[in-house]
């Protein structure tokens, strides 16, 4: 029988579970509906040849994201995660609080 001290614990597990593996998920995927609403909306007041502009644009604008992700911030975690057992400097402890919105 489960007793009522480790059912919170179970549950928050969980919840930090969620919060670890959805959020992460959500964002790109809100940012890939988004795109998909604005050509939608725009293919309908664009000349094909400035809708190709308009998506070349947006390929671009993904790759430099990608690319920002692969030179920057990628390396910038495994750094850190290096050095987790060594106490927080200041300049780590600002990019741990922003790391999941940043990257």
Known sequence: ????ETLPVSLA???LSLRRYVL???APSSVSAAHLVTQLVILGHLS???FGLFA???VMVQFG???SNALICTPYMVNISKISTSP???S???FRSCSGSSC
């Open 24 to 26: 992460p998920l959500l």
């Open 1 to 4: 029988m489960i007793g009522e």
């Open 88 to 90: 927080i400097s200041p």
């Open 65 to 67: 994201f990608g690319l």
């Open 13 to 15: 597990a969980k919840i």
């Open 92 to 94: 780590t402890s600002s």
């Open 56 to 58: 070349f644009l947006m």
């Open 48 to 50: 094909a040849g400035e």
